[in-house]
């Protein structure tokens, strides 16, 4: 007897609790668990086995993709918390394969950029965050309970930010950095920095998150001598550039730092993002 084809696997339907509120043009992938008492606005896009657990209100223009869990009375949408807002049709962005836990709120974006607010990939939102108008978030990135982001944050992937943060508007947060907690972020966080205090400043180099993200110990090693070199000994600069290339340190990850730097001290306050909103 031949051997028969292996059956077809249908995608699974939405499931949705009778107590949940979904628009009639929301668009739902297979697989979606609504939970009891969410709100799915009309137009919002929710993509396959994502889990909006319950009282889950989800506002206005919203993507989401697939696999994320979202807990109770987390607010997705809303309108900004900006006093020019004035209606236009912006929207949220979120990738795949994040928790975003209680109470999180992820405003949607103002006028003033490009009208989205995004959070990528495989990020952990703990509960009562704020993300507010306008931001970008990267992928693998931690946020702690209670931390705030300012309208116009970036946070570019794998860093790492503690609790109770509050984050100045048009800040960045470099990559593999560290915020400790309760730290008040007024000026950008250099890549691979482990910052702290009122306001955030670089103490050292975040070495474990280098270690975990599979850099070499020579690239640490190089990262650390940019951090002696830059925030220690303060030679500047073009003098630690200098010293670095003599060192054979000069990797494409200090050069990074370098370039960071540069932005930064070409912003205003501290922050590289004005000089851009400026051009």
Same mark, same amino acid.
């Given at each position: 007897m031949p051997d028969l084809p292996d059956p077809i696997a249908l995608p699974t339907p939405p499931a949705i609790d009778p107590t949940a509120i979904v628009s009639e043009t929301a668009c739902l992938g297979p697989g979606v668990v609504v939970g009891p008492y969410c709100v799915v606005s009309p137009g919002a896009v929710i993509g396959a086995g994502t889990v909006l657990e319950n009282h889950v209100t989800i506002m206005g223009s919203v993507r989401i993709g697939a696999r994320n869990r979202i807990f109770p009375n987390a607010v997705i949408g809303a309108d900004p918390q900006d006093v020019s807002y004035r209606g236009a049709d912006t929207r949220v962005e979120i990738g795949d394969d994040n928790i975003i836990r209680e109470g999180v709120t992820i405003n949607r974006a103002s006028e003033k950029e490009e009208g989205v607010t995004v959070v990528g990939s495989r990020n952990f939102l703990m509960a009562f965050c704020h993300v507010a108008h306008d931001c970008h978030i990267g992928d693998g990135v931690i946020i702690a309970n209670g931390t705030l982001l300012g309208g116009h944050v970036r946070i570019h992937s794998h860093a790492s930010l503690s609790g109770c943060v509050a984050v100045h508007h048009w800040a960045t947060i470099g990559g593999y /950095?560290? +915020? *400790? !907690?309760? /730290? %008040? +972020?007024?000026?950008? @966080? $250099? $890549?691979?920095?482990? #910052?702290? !205090? /009122? $306001? *955030? =400043? $670089? %103490? #050292? +180099?975040? +070495? @474990? *998150?280098? =270690? =975990? !993200? !599979?850099?070499p110990p020579s690239t640490v090693e190089a990262i650390t001598e940019a951090h002696r070199l830059l925030y220690r000994a303060r030679v500047g600069q073009d003098r630690a550039r200098e010293i670095l290339r003599s060192q054979s340190m000069f990797v494409p990850e200090v050069e990074a730092v370098l370039e960071f730097l540069s932005n930064q001290q070409e912003g205003r306050h501290g922050r590289a993002l004005p000089r851009r909103r400026a051009a």
């Open positions: /950095s560290f +915020v *400790a !907690g309760l /730290s %008040r +972020v007024l000026h950008d @966080v $250099p $890549p691979f920095m482990l #910052c702290e !205090g /009122s $306001p *955030a =400043r $670089p %103490r #050292c +180099v975040n +070495v @474990v *998150a280098l =270690r =975990r !993200g !599979g850099f």
